[in-house]
C-alpha cells in the first residue's frame, strides 16, 4: 500500500497545494484539534487529499491562510468530509466562514443503506475492507514535531476518504439521490447551525429534563450565562460551571452570599468571583410567572387526538423508510412529528426531497383529518 503523503509546513509550500487542488472538482478534507481545556476548538493539523496527493498542513507553522480560506470556499471545488460537524465548527472559528460547497460520507452513507451515524473506521472496512489502526486516538495534535506514525494515522483520514466518495457518488447516481445528500450537506453549511441556541445549552445540562418546569428555568438561565462565561473566557463550559454545580443551584436556590458557599459542587472561587451575577440570575429565574417560564421553556403534551396523529404519520413514515432502505428517522425524527402535529409545518420534512418523498403525503392525510 503507498501510504506516502507531504508534510506542509510553509506558507510558500501552502500556496502551491491550493493552487493544484483549485484545478480539482474534490478533494477529501480532515481536521484534527483540541478542545479539552477550551471553549473553541484548537485547530492543529489539516488533512487534504486529491486523487494524486495526500498533504497534512501544520496550521502552528504557518500564519497566513489566506490561499486556503479561498479554497475553502471556491464554488467549483467540493470538499470531501466524514462527519463534518466539528470540522466545520473548527474552519469557521479559524477562518471566518465556513467551507462550501461540502459532501459528508456520513450523510451518504445513511442515505444509501450503509449505516446511520456511522464512524469513519467502521465505513472504510465496510466499503474498502480495510482495518484502520486505533493508535493515535488520543494525540496531542498540539505537541511538536509529530512523529512519522502520528502523521501517517493523520493521513489515513483522507487516504481512504478520498476512495469513498467516488463509490458513494456512483451509488446515489443510481439510485438518483444527489440532490437529497446536496440538500443535506447544504444544510451544514450555515455559520448559524453553530452558534449556541438557548435550548441547545439547556440540554446540554445532564438530567435536567427530569426536574419541574420551574427549576428547569432557573436551569436554562444558568446555562446561558455558563455559555456565555465559556466563551468569553475560551474555556471549557464544564470548567465555568459544572452540571452538577447547576443542578444544585436550581434546586436548592441560594438568596445569600453564605447560602450559595454551601452549594455542593460549586468551587468557592467561583462562589467569589461570580456571586452577585449567579445570586441575581437565580432570584430573577424565580420571579418569573408562569407564562413566561412556558415561553421560554416550551413541553406542551400531546392530547390523545395529537397521539393518533403522530402516530399515524409514524406508519406512513415507516412504509416509506421500508421501501427507500433508510432509516424513517432520517425523514423525520419523532420530535418534528410532535412539532409538526403542535405547531406547525416549519420541519426538514415540509422542505426539499423529505417533502417530495413524504411530507406531501402526509400533508393531505391531516388536511382530511382535520
Not at 111 to 136: C, N
Amino acid at each position: 500500500m503507498d501510504d506516502a503523503f507531504t508534510l506542509i509546513d510553509s506558507a510558500t509550500a501552502l500556496q502551491q497545494l491550493c493552487q493544484r487542488l483549485a484545478t480539482k472538482q474534490w478533494f477529501a478534507i480532515d481536521t484534527e484539534f483540541l478542545r479539552e481545556k477550551t471553549y473553541y476548538p484548537k485547530l492543529c493539523l489539516i488533512q487534504v487529499a486529491s486523487d494524486e496527493e495526500i498533504a497534512c498542513i501544520d496550521l502552528l507553522a504557518i500564519d497566513d491562510l489566506g490561499c486556503f480560506k479561498t479554497l475553502l470556499t471556491n464554488p467549483a471545488v467540493t470538499k470531501v468530509f466524514h462527519s463534518a460537524s466539528q470540522d466545520m465548527e473548527a474552519l469557521l472559528h479559524t477562518l471566518g466562514q465556513t467551507p462550501t460547497p461540502i459532501f459528508d460520507t456520513q450523510i451518504a452513507a445513511s442515505l444509501l443503506g450503509q449505516g446511520d451515524q456511522t464512524g469513519y473506521a467502521a465505513l472504510v472496512e465496510k466499503l474498502l475492507q480495510v482495518q484502520l489502526p486505533k493508535s493515535q486516538t488520543r494525540t496531542d495534535w498540539s505537541r511538536r514535531p509529530l512523529s512519522p506514525e502520528q502523521l501517517r494515522y493523520a493521513a489515513d483520514d483522507v487516504r481512504y476518504l478520498r476512495q469513498i466518495y467516488p463509490l458513494q457518488m456512483t451509488r446515489l447516481a443510481q439510485q438518483n439521490r444527489l440532490d437529497w445528500v446536496r440538500e443535506d450537506c447544504a444544510m451544514l453549511e450555515d455559520p448559524k447551525k453553530y452558534q449556541p441556541q438557548a435550548s441547545t445549552v439547556l440540554r446540554r445540562v445532564k438530567g435536567q429534563h427530569l426536574l419541574p418546569i420551574r427549576q428547569r428555568a432557573t436551569i436554562r438561565e444558568l446555562a446561558l450565562w455558563r455559555e456565555q462565561q465559556a466563551e468569553k473566557r475560551n474555556l471549557p463550559r464544564k470548567w465555568v460551571l459544572s452540571d452538577n454545580a447547576v443542578l444544585a443551584l436550581a434546586q436548592n436556590p441560594p438568596a445569600t452570599a453564605a447560602e450559595l458557599r454551601n452549594i455542593d459542587n460549586l468551587p468557592s472561587k467561583t462562589a467569589a468571583r461570580h456571586g452577585n451575577e449567579l445570586l441575581t440570575l437565580i432570584h430573577d429565574s424565580l420571579s418569573l410567572d408562569d407564562a413566561e417560564i412556558a415561553r421560554r421553556i416550551p413541553q406542551k403534551k400531546l392530547t390523545p387526538e395529537e397521539t393518533g396523529k403522530v402516530k399515524a404519520v409514524q406508519k406512513i413514515l415507516a412504509e416509506i423508510a421500508q421501501a427507500e432502505n433508510i432509516n424513517p428517522s432520517l425523514i423525520a425524527s419523532r420530535k418534528d412529528i410532535e412539532h409538526l402535529i403542535q405547531i406547525g409545518n416549519d420541519i426538514p420534512l415540509m422542505r426539499g426531497w423529505r417533502y417530495e418523498l413524504a411530507g406531501k403525503r402526509i400533508e393531505e392525510m391531516l388536511a382530511s383529518e382535520a
